[in-house]
């Protein structure tokens, strides 16, 4: 796997934007047409605005990191966390009436990526959520 970039910001929204510019560049290098990158990048910021509005409950002294990677057939996004760790069944999509609040974003993200995963720790502490999207064919 070859990895395209990695990005470490304080678990800040003011920090959403410049984790979106660098999401947009890596999605274009890796050839991505402009309706996909659109898709992931407001994926990638739902997943990141999940993690600092749940899992570090606005404590702007939590620490997030985006690594990009890229093999032959995927684009794979790694959103690792140092809160406490969650279950895998907190990634899973529930049937609900769409027109109360809350569930659209993960639903929004099953929807635009291919898989959504929740990978061990290398320690025994926070979290890393794994994305992956196809590559365009070329």
């Known amino acids: 796997m070859k990895l ?7 678990a800040s929204t003011e920090k959403l934007c410049q984790i979106r510019a660098e999401v947009r560049q ?11 990158i659109n898709l992931i990048t407001l994926a990638i910021d739902e997943a990141c605005t999940n993690i600092i509005r749940y899992a ?12 990009i990677f890229h093999n032959e057939s995927d684009a794979i996004f790694h959103l690792q966390d140092f809160a406490k ?7 899973e999509v529930r049937k609900k ?13 099953h929807q635009v990526m291919d898989q959504v ?18 590559l365009p064919l070329l």
């Open 4 to 10: 395209n970039r990695r990005i470490e910001h304080c």
């Open 26 to 36: 890596a999605c274009q290098q890796m050839h991505f047409c402009q309706e996909d």
């Open 56 to 67: 570090y409950s606005g404590d702007e002294s939590g620490r997030l990191i985006v690594s």
């Open 85 to 91: 760790c969650i279950s895998p069944s907190c990634l």
């Open 97 to 109: 009436n769409l027109t109360e609040p809350g569930g659209l974003g993960l639903q929004l993200i």
């Open 117 to 134: 995963q929740l990978l061990p720790p290398s320690s025994s502490i926070g979290n890393i959520l794994e994305l992956k999207k196809h």
